[in-house]
């Protein structure tokens, strides 16, 4: 069985579970901190497709199996299945862990996790940062990687 990297970020966000489930699930609300344009909301066997602020065209993003306030599990890359798990804390204390699997345990993987994990920290922070204070960190913050 060949080993494979797993990217991984979390974060704790002061607002309940499920008004941050929401957030990840309802695709009005994840274009206030993460993408431009969802084709739907995140329900289990839904294939959606997302666009980004910095990127040309649209991903499909295949949603495998959502667990109210606890658990969404999708896939986007044919080599990767990202898992999403909601922890709450106190009342309005929620932990976020996010984990992306997938890619074999070689130079290329290493390479892909870095960039995923710094991906997912990214996703994490805009996400806290717009429940929590309504603020847009992601607006703006990309347009430097946009293809000319």
């Known amino acids: ?86 922890e709450s804390m106190q009342e309005n204390d929620t932990i976020v862990r996010v984990a992306e699997a997938g890619h074999q345990l070689d130079e290329a993987g290493v390479k892909w996790a870095i960039g995923q994990t710094e991906g997912w920290a990214n996703f994490l922070a805009c996400m806290k940062a717009w429940l929590e204070y309504k603020i847009h960190l992601r607006k703006g913050a990309f347009d430097f990687m946009k293809q000319s």
């Open 1 to 86: 069985m060949e080993q494979q990297v797993v990217a991984k970020a979390s974060i704790g966000i002061q607002k309940l579970v499920g008004e941050v489930f929401e957030a990840i699930v309802n695709p009005e609300m994840m274009k206030q901190y993460f993408i431009a344009e969802g084709s739907g909301r995140m329900e289990q066997g839904q294939s959606l497709h997302w666009s980004f602020p910095e990127f040309e065209g649209s991903y499909p993003v295949s949603v495998l199996e959502i667990v109210q306030d606890k658990t969404i599990v999708f896939e986007w890359d044919p080599k990767s299945r990202v898992t999403i798990e909601l």
